[in-house]
C-alpha cells in the first residue's frame, strides 16, 4: 500500500502531504517508527517532519537518470520529477514499483487536464483542488480510479455542486439585501 | 490562476511566497495564526465562507511544517455543515490535520455515520473516503456493517462502491477482528463479477488484503480472478478509457496476480492452464517500446507475472525463460528496469533448480555493485548475498572486500556485515576466514562491530592449526604505519596468545613483539589498553627463562597504569603486577584460553532476526514459509542436518553425529521406500540448520546409544510409519485380523491421560495403565485375550528411542481363555526428545499371525509435573533466559483454533500448568512446568503463547528453559499438539494430570472377564 504521498519542489517546499498510515503506537517496531513519535499533535508533526526532511533530502540529492527508487527505512520512495516538483510516494518493499511510478503519471496527467498544462503555481495556489483529485484517485493507500474520464468527470460534478451553492448563497443575500433596503 | 473567490487565502499564499527568508515566513504565519485564533474565539460571527477560508489557511500552514495547535473543532464541526461546500472542506482538511487517535474525531461519528447511511451520494462519498484514510477503531465498531452494505448495495452507483470498498479496506486492515467478514467469500466473488472497473480496481484491492490473511476462505475467488486476468490480457470488453497507454488498465491487472500470489497453489488443471497461459503471453509478449510510459506500465505487469509464475512453481522450463528475461534485465541500460531485475532475481534465489542458472549472470550482477546508483547497489548486494554459497563465496566476498574501499558511508556498515556473515557461512577453509576479516578491520574498522572480531578469535582459539597462521597476518598489519583500532585489538590479542608459537623465527621473539605492540598503546583509546596489557603479560608469561629487561619494561608500563582512573586498566595492571611477580603462578594463571564452548555465531543470528523482523505478509515471504512448513510432511526434501558442516562453519571439528537420530531415520526411511510421510515430528530444515548444526548450540547432546541404532535398523523405520497411525503388516504375512477402533486416535488419547486401552481386535485388547515420577515412570500393560481359546506365541518386544531406558518384564508365550496378563514396564528417561517407543507385539490365534506395532505413550509430556509460579519467581527467570538456544520464540501458523479457555485445558492436560494473571495481555497464556530428565534433572519450563483474537489459527510461542534441547523439545512438541489437537478427546480436567501424591500401583487388581476389565481401564 502506498504510506504516504509528498510533493515537494526542487527547493525543498512542500506542496502536498497526504498520510494513509496512521503512524500508532502499536505499528513502532517498523524501521520508520523509529522516528521519534509522541502520539500529540505537535509530535505527529515533528515527526512528519523529519521524515520528508530525510526523504526530501535523498530525492532531491539524487544524480539524473538514475532509477526512480529509493529504499529508505524498510520502505522504498517511488518518485518522479516533473519540471520543478517532485511526485513521491512511499511504498513497501515488496509492492510493485513501477505500477505505483505509473499512479504518479495518472495522476500528473489528471492535474494537467484539469488545469491546462499543469505548472507548480497552479498547485501553490490552488492545492486544494489538488487534494480534491488526489482523493479521487486514491484511498486508504490505494488506487481507486484508473479512469481518467471518470476523475475528471466526478471532479467536474464537485465544483459545479460548489458553484451552485455560491450562486444560491448570493442569490440569497441579494434577495435579503434588496428586503432590507 | 487564484482561487475562485479565496481571495484572502491567495493573498496570504502570495505573502508567504514573497517573503525572502526563514524568519519572515515564521513572522508571516505567526500573523496569520494569530488572526485565524481570533477569528475562531468570536465564532458567532463566522460565515461559512469565513471558516472555510480560515480552515484552508490553517492546511496550508500546517503542510509549510507548523505546529497548528487550534481550529480542529472548527474543521471538525464544517463536516456537520449542512451544505456541500462546507462539508467537503470539512471533510478534507480533517482528514489531513486529524489522525486516527485524535480525540476530536470521535465527535465527528455520528454525523459521519449519517452522511454514509444518508441518501445523498455526494455525501456518502466524502463521508467513505475521510473513513478510508483516516478511520480508526470506533470508526470500524459503528461504521463497518454500513460500509459493507454499500459495497454490495445494488441501487448504489459505482463511484459510492468503489469508495466503499477501499474504506472497507482500511477498516478490515487496520480492525480485522472488529470487520466481519465471515461469509464474505461468495459477496467477493460476486463483486468480481463487477463490470465497472472502478468498483473492480478497488474490490481487487480489497481482496487481495483477505486473502492474505485467509486464502481459504476465498478459493470461489481464484476462478474469477483468473478469468478477469484473461480479459484483461485479451484486451477483451476493456472501456477506452481504462486502457492506460494502450495497456487494458495495468493496476487492476497487477492487483489480481497479486492476490493469486496469496493462494498457495492452483489444483484445478483447466484453470490453471489457462492462467498459464495468460503469463506465457505476458512474458514472450512484452516488447520493449519508446514510449517510458507504456514501457512502465507493461513492465509493471511483466514483473507481477513473473513473482506469479515462481509463486506458482511452474515447470521448469518456464523458469528458466523467467531467469533469462531477469538475466536480460539486468544487462539493460534502463535503471529502473536493472533495478527491478536485480530485486527480483532475488526473490528468485527461493525457488529451486535455478540458482545454478542465476550463478551464470554473476559478472553481470558484480559490474551492477558498481553502479552510480545506490539503489541498485544495494540490490546487488542483496543479491550476491543471497546467491553465495560455497562455490562461490571466495569470489564473491573478495569482490565485496574490493567494493569496500570505494563505497559510501551508508551501505559500508552493510557491506562488511554481510562480508563478514558470508565468510563465516561458506569459508571453504579457514585461514582464508581469517583472512577476510583482518581485511575488513583494514578497510572499514569503523564498522565492523565486536562481534566480528571476537568470532575470529574464537575460531583462531578452538582451531590449533590456524593459531601460527593467524599471529603472522596479526603481526604482518602491525607493520603497516596506520591501522584501524580493532585491528589493533585483534592483533594484540592473537600475538599474546599465539605469538610464542612463532618465537622461533625472526622479528617474532617476544621483546620484539613487545615492542611493535607497544608502539600503538599512545593512539589507542582506554577500550583497547586492558587487552594491551593483557597481551603484556602473556609476553612475560612466554618469556621463559624471564628477559631481565623486557620484564623490567612491563612492570614499568604496570606500575604507570596501577594509578590509572580507569577502573579496569587499574585493575589489571595490578593484578598483572603481583601475578607476574610470582613466578610460576604466572604461567598457571595465565595459561592459554581454554576452547571457546560452540555457540551460534552473533552475526549469523543478527542476520536472522531481522529476516524475521521484516516478516510481514508478503506474498513471497509466505511462500517461503509455506515452503518450510512443506517439509514437515513431504518426504523428497533433504534435510540439511545432514550435512551442517558444508553451509556453516565448523568452530571445533565436531563430529556430525550429533544429529544422527534424525539423520538415520531420515535415511531409512527413503531407503525403505515404503514410507510416504516422513515423521511430523522433522522440524523444518533450517530450524535444523539453527539449532541442531554444530555451530548452533552446545551441541545437542550426542548420546550415540548403539544398542537403539541396531534397533531402529531393525524395524526399518517403523517409528515413522506407526506415527502415521497405520499398522504396519510384516513381510508377506498380511494380517487378516483387524483392530477395533482407531490406534492412532487411541495412542492420542493415552498421551492425555494414564490410563485406557491401548489397541484392541476381535481376540485381544491391551490396556495400560501408567504412574510417573519425575524422570521415572511405570506402565503396566494389561493383555487380555477376549476368546474362549488360548492366544500362543505372544511376542512383546519394547523398542525404545535411545532417550528411553525401557525394561519390560517377562511376557509370557500364551495367554490362557478369558485371562489377563499383567506386565509391568520400566522406564527411564535419559534426556530431553520427542522420539516414541514402539511396542512390537505379535501373536497367533489359529492359523492368523498378527502382528502390530504400536506407539507406546511414554511421550514428552509424562515426564513434566506441572508447577504453580508467581510473578515474583516468574520474571526473572524469564528475564535470566534471555535468547536462543535457552529461550525460542517461533510464530506457529495452521493452528487449530482453539479459544483461550479450551487451550488453557489442553496445556493443563498436558502438564503445563497454566498460571493465569501473569500476562496482563488476556490474549496471552503463561504456563510453567518442571522437565525431568536423567541428563538434565529437574528443568524448569516457561511457555508463553501469544494468540491474535482475530485469527486463531496462528499464535506466537515462547519456549524457556536452562536447557537448550529441553527448550527445543518442548517447543516441538508444544506446536504438534496445537496444530494436530486430537478432536474427539477432551482435555482432561487439570486436577487428574499429576500423578504425585499416589502410591505406586504395582498389583492392580486382577480382571478375569474383559467387560470387566475394560470397566477398570476406562
Known amino acids: 500500500m502506498i504510506h504516504f504521498v509528498l510533493l515537494i519542489s526542487r527547493q525543498g517546499k512542500v506542496r502536498l502531504t497526504k498520510w494513509y498510515s496512521p503512524y500508532s503506537q502499536k505499528e513502532r517496531s517498523k524501521d520508520l517508527l523509529d522516528l521519534p513519535y509522541y502520539g500529540t499533535c505537535s509530535g505527529l508533526l515533528s515527526f512528519f517532519k523529519k521524515v520528508m526532511r530525510e526523504l526530501s533530502g535523498m530525492i532531491l540529492n539524487r544524480a539524473p537518470k538514475l532509477c526512480n527508487f529509493v529504499e529508505w527505512r524498510g520502505l522504498k520512495a517511488v518518485y518522479k520529477r516533473y519540471a520543478s516538483l517532485y511526485f513521491c510516494l512511499c511504498i513497501d518493499q515488496e509492492d510493485n514499483e513501477l505500477e505505483i511510478l505509473e499512479i504518479i503519471h495518472h495522476y500528473v496527467e489528471i492535474l494537467d487536464r484539469y488545469f491546462g498544462s499543469v505548472c507548480e503555481l497552479d498547485l501553490i495556489f490552488n492545492f486544494h483542488k489538488a487534494y480534491y483529485i488526489l482523493d479521487e484517485l486514491l484511498i486508504a493507500g ?17 465544483d459545479s455542486l460548489v458553484e451552485t451553492a455560491k450562486e444560491q448563497a448570493s442569490s440569497i443575500s441579494n434577495i435579503i439585501a434588496q428586503a432590507t433596503k | 490562476m487564484a482561487l475562485s473567490g479565496m481571495r484572502g487565502l491567495s493573498v496570504f499564499i502570495s505573502d508567504i511566497r514573497n517573503c525572502q527568508n526563514k524568519e519572515q515566513e515564521r513572522l508571516r504565519v505567526d500573523k496569520e495564526l494569530g488572526n485565524v485564533r481570533t477569528r475562531f474565539k468570536n465564532e458567532k460571527g463566522l460565515t461559512p465562507y469565513e471558516k472555510k477560508k480560515y480552515v484552508w489557511k490553517m492546511l496550508y500552514i500546517y503542510m509549510l511544517g507548523y505546529d497548528v495547535d487550534f481550529g480542529h473543532m472548527e474543521a471538525v464541526s464544517l463536516i456537520s455543515a449542512p451544505k456541500y461546500p462546507e462539508k467537503q472542506v470539512g471533510y478534507i482538511v480533517t482528514s489531513c490535520l486529524l489522525n486516527e487517535n485524535h480525540d476530536f474525531l470521535r465527535l465527528a461519528i455520528n454525523t459521519v455515520r449519517t452522511d454514509i447511511i444518508g441518501r445523498n451520494e455526494t455525501f456518502q462519498c466524502l463521508a467513505l473516503t475521510m473513513v478510508g484514510n483516516i478511520g480508526g477503531r470506533e470508526f470500524a465498531e459503528s461504521l463497518a456493517p454500513d460500509v459493507q452494505k454499500l459495497l454490495i448495495s445494488s441501487s448504489c452507483r459505482p463511484l459510492v462502491r468503489k469508495k466503499a470498498a477501499l474504506c472497507l479496506l482500511r477498516l478490515y486492515r487496520k480492525n480485522p477482528d472488529v470487520v466481519n467478514v465471515d461469509g464474505w467469500a461468495d459477496r467477493m466473488a460476486q463483486l468480481l463479477d463487477e463490470r465497472d472497473l472502478g468498483v473492480l480496481t478497488s474490490s481487487m484491492s480489497l481482496l487481495v488484503a483477505l486473502v492474505s490473511n485467509d486464502h481459504d476462505s476465498y478459493w470461489s475467488c481464484l476462478p474469477k480472478c483468473v478469468k478477469i486476468l484473461k480479459h484483461l490480457a485479451r484486451n477483451q470488453d476493456i472501456p477506452q478509457e481504462y486502457t492506460y497507454y494502450g495497456i487494458p488498465s495495468p493496476w487492476l491487472q497487477v492487483k ?6 496469496y493462494f498457495p497453489t492452483i489444483e484445478d488443471p483447466t484453470t490453471r492452464r489457462s492462467l498459464f497461459e495468460v503469463l506465457q503471453r505476458i512474458l514472450m509478449g512484452t516488447d520493449v517500446v519508446k514510449n517510458v510510459n507504456k514501457n512502465n506500465a507493461s513492465h509493471a505487469v511483466l514483473f507481477e507475472a513473473l513473482a ?5 512453481d511452474a515447470e521448469k522450463e518456464m523458469m528458466s525463460q523467467c531467469v533469462a528475461l531477469l538475466g536480460k534485465f539486468i544487462a539493460v541500460r534502463e535503471p529502473n528496469i536493472r533495478y527491478l531485475g536485480l530485486e527480483n532475481m532475488t526473490r528468485m534465489l527461493m525457488v529451486t533448480d535455478v540458482q545454478d542458472i542465476i550463478k551464470r549472470h554473476q559478472a553481470q550482477i558484480i559490474t551492477s555493485l558498481k553502479d552510480p546508483d545506490i539503489s541498485i547497489r544495494r540490490r546487488a548486494l542483496d543479491l550476491l548475498y543471497g546467491m553465495c554459497d560455497v562455490s562461490n563465496a571466495k569470489d564473491i566476498v573478495e569482490e565485496l572486500l574490493q567494493y569496500l574501499s570505494t563505497a559510501e558511508f551508508a551501505m559500508r556498515e552493510e557491506l562488511s556485515l554481510k562480508a563478514a556473515i558470508l565468510a563465516e557461512k561458506f569459508a571453504p577453509d579457514l585461514s582464508w576466514y581469517v583472512d577476510v576479516i583482518l581485511q575488513l578491520i583494514d578497510k572499514a574498522g569503523d564498522f565492523v562491530s565486536d562481534d566480528i572480531w571476537f568470532r575470529v578469535v574464537q575460531f583462531v582459539t578452538n582451531n590449533e592449526d590456524l593459531q601460527s597462521y593467524a599471529a603472522i597476518k596479526a603481526r604482518e598489519y602491525l607493520d603497516k604505519p596506520a591501522i584501524h583500532e580493532t585491528m589493533v585489538k585483534v592483533s594484540a590479542y592473537l600475538l599474546g596468545e599465539f605469538g610464542h608459537l612463532l618465537a622461533r623465527r625472526p622479528g617474532y621473539s617476544a621483546k620484539e613483539l613487545f615492542k611493535i605492540i607497544h608502539e600503538k598503546l599512545p593512539a589507542v583509546s582506554t577500550s583497547t589498553i586492558p587487552i594491551l596489557l593483557s597481551t603484556y603479560a602473556k609476553i612475560l608469561m612466554h618469556t621463559q627463562p624471564p628477559d631481565q629487561e623486557l620484564q623490567n619494561q612491563i612492570w614499568g608500563i604496570f606500575n604507570k597504569y596501577e594509578s590509572c582512573i580507569d577502573v579496569e586498566i587499574q585493575q589489571r595492571a595490578v593484578e598483572y603486577l603481583a601475578l607476574s611477580k610470582k613466578g610460576a603462578a604466572l604461567v598457571d594463571i595465565l595459561a592459554e584460553m581454554p576452547k571457546f564452548p560452540e555457540r551460534q555465531s552473533a552475526l549469523i543470528k543478527k542476520a536472522e532476526d531481522t529476516e524475521a523482523d521484516t516478516a510481514e505478509q508478503s506474498a513471497i515471504k509466505l511462500r517461503a514459509q509455506q515452503q518450510s512448513s512443506n517439509a514437515l510432511v513431504l518426504t523428497d526434501q533433504r534435510p540439511v542436518n545432514g550435512t551442517p558442516s558444508s553451509n556453516q562453519l565448523t568452530l571445533v571439528k565436531v563430529p556430525t553425529t550429533s544429529s544422527y537420530p534424525d539423520s538415520t531415520d531420515q535415511e531409512l526411511s527413503q531407503t525403505n521406500g515404503t514410507l510416504n510421510k516422513v515423521d511430523s515430528s522433522f522440524p523444518a530444515p533450517d530450524l535444523l540448520g539453527d539449532l541442531l548444526g554444530p555451530l548452533a548450540i552446545e551441541g545437542p547432546p550426542s548420546f550415540t546409544a ?6 531402529t535398523a531393525e524395524v526399518d523405520g517403523f517409528p515413522n510409519a506407526v506415527e502415521a497411525g497405520a499398522i504396519v503388516p ?3 504375512q498380511a494380517n487378516s485380523v483387524q483392530p477395533i477402533g482407531n490406534i492412532s486416535e487411541r495412542f492420542l488419547a493415552l498421551c492425555m491421560k494414564d490410563s485406557g486401552v491401548l489397541y484392541e481386535d476381535p481376540y485381544i ?6 504412574e510417573w515420577r519425575a524422570h521415572l515412570g511405570r506402565l503396566v500393560l494389561f493383555l487380555g485375550n477376549k476368546n474362549t481359546s488360548p492366544l500362543v506365541s505372544v511376542k512383546a518386544t519394547i523398542l525404545p528411542p535411545s532417550n528411553l531406558k525401557m525394561e519390560l518384564s517377562l511376557v509370557p508365550e500364551t495367554i490362557p481363555p478369558r485371562a489377563q496378563v499383567q506386565c509391568p514396564l520400566e522406564i527411564i528417561n535419559l534426556h530431553p526428545s520427542r522420539d516414541v517407543a514402539v511396542l512390537d507385539f505379535s501373536y497367533k490365534f489359529g492359523n492368523d499371525l498378527v502382528n502390530v506395532k504400536l506407539r507406546l505413550p511414554a511421550v514428552f509430556n509424562k515426564f513434566l509435573q506441572p508447577i504453580s509460579i508467581s510473578a515474583e519467581e516468574f520474571f526473572p527467570q524469564w528475564r535470566s533466559l534471555s535468547g536462543p538456544p535457552l529461550k525460542l520464540q517461533e510464530v506457529v501458523r495452521g493452528v487449530k483454533p482453539l479459544l483461550l479457555l479450551e487451550m488453557a485445558n489442553l496445556f493443563n492436560s498436558l502438564r503445563l500448568m497454566v498460571c493465569p494473571g501473569l500476562d496482563p495481555n488476556p490474549n496471552n497464556l503463561v504456563a510453567s512446568t518442571t522437565f525431568y530428565s536423567e541428563s ?4 524448569l519450563c516457561l511457555v508463553r503463547i501469544e494468540t491474535d483474537p482475530a485469527d486463531r489459527t496462528q499464535l506466537r510461542m515462547t519456549v524457556a528453559s536452562g536447557d537448550p534441547t529441553v527448550t527445543f523439545e518442548l517447543k516441538e512438541f508444544i506446536k504438534e499438539q ?13 486436577s487428574a494430570a499429576p500423578p504425585v501424591g499416589h502410591p505406586m500401583v504395582t498389583t492392580p487388581p486382577a480382571f478375569t472377564d474383559p467387560g470387566a476389565m475394560l470397566a477398570g481401564l476406562l
Open chain 2, 706 to 711: 548403539p544398542a537403539s541404532q541396531n534397533m
Open chain 2, 765 to 770: 485388547q491391551i490396556g495400560i495403565k501408567a
Open chain 2, 256 to 261: 489480481t496476480m497479486r492476490a493469486l500470489q
Open chain 2, 730 to 732: 510384516v513381510g508377506k
Open chain 1, 142 to 158: 490505494e488506487l481507486q480510479e484508473s479512469s481518467k474520464k471518470t476523475v475528471a468527470r466526478l471532479i467536474a460534478a464537485q
Open chain 2, 978 to 990: 496445537l496444530i494436530s489437537i486430537p478432536a474427539p478427546q477432551p482435555p482432561t480436567p487439570p
Open chain 2, 308 to 312: 506469479l509464475v515462481m509463486h506458482l
Open chain 2, 936 to 939: 538434565t534433572q529437574a528443568m
